[in-house]
């Protein structure tokens, strides 16, 4: 079992949907919790960074982690064509001793 | 602005011609990383560094070269490139481990 699985897609959703975005993981160390956002032809940039279980919302986006469960999401609410990117979870089981542990992403898109 | 600047972006070169993709951080990080990234493998790490002159492999270190002699500077050196190192290769910084990492804009690079 890979240690973080994320659905690739493509996810096509119409402008104004809410978008759910999911990864899986099995290492029950992973404490820390992270969203990226990757445009075509750039770097991935940060979203959302979470600590342990729990919601965090910052405008439209929620990030949601379950760890009795291993599942995080990520919610986008009202989506924009601007939305589109592809959306990658990363994890790190103690910040200064272990590297992040990157999903392969989700290819969103949100048609106007 | 804080940024992580990478050159070139875009590399096309021949198998065994030397090249050196450069990676400058104005955050004053300790933590620096490389990482290339493809289709259905997603981003997986090269080599990193925790400090000035120290260095260590990733997950995927063979055929590449990296050295810290400042703390600023991270270049990914590739002695003699082959076909199989064609890749979209990303600088990343970080305050520690394991910390969300201020990504480049990437160098696609074609070894051919």
């Known amino acids: 079992q890979k240690e973080v699985e994320q659905d690739p897609g493509p996810l096509s959703v119409p402008e104004g949907a809410i978008v759910s975005l999911n990864c899986t993981y099995s290492?029950?160390?992973?404490?820390?919790f992270m969203w990226y956002r990757q445009y075509s032809r750039k770097g991935p940039e940060l979203l959302m960074y979470?600590?342990?279980?729990g919601n965090k919302e910052d405008g439209r986006f929620t990030a949601q982690v379950d760890k009795s469960s291993k599942y995080i999401s990520l919610f986008i609410r009202d989506s924009q064509p601007s939305d589109s990117a592809t959306y990658l979870c990363?994890?790190?089981?103690?910040?200064?001793?272990?590297?992040?542990?990157f999903g392969k992403g989700t290819r969103l898109s949100v048609i106007a | 602005e804080a940024q992580v600047t990478q050159n070139p972006r875009y590399l096309i070169t021949v198998t065994g011609k030397k090249l050196t993709v450069t990676c400058s951080q104005n955050?004053?990080?300790?933590?620096m990383s490389w990482y290339r990234q493809d289709p259905g493998l997603g981003l997986r790490q090269i080599y990193y560094?925790?400090?000035?002159?120290?260095?260590d492999k990733g997950d995927v270190p063979e055929g590449y070269k990296v050295s810290r002699k400042e703390k600023r500077n991270f270049p990914l050196i590739l002695e003699s490139p082959s076909p199989n190192q064609t890749s979209l290769y990303f600088c990343?910084?970080?305050?520690?481990?394991?910390?969300?990492?201020?990504f480049g804009d990437g160098t696609r690079l074609s070894i051919l």
């Open positions: 990343a910084s970080t305050l520690g481990v394991g910390q969300p990492q201020h």
């Open positions: 290492n029950s160390a992973f404490q820390y």
């Open positions: 979470t600590y342990s279980s």
């Open positions: 990363a994890m790190s089981a103690v910040p200064r001793n272990t590297p992040l542990v």
């Open positions: 955050m004053n990080h300790e933590y």
């Open positions: 560094s925790m400090n000035v002159e120290v260095t």
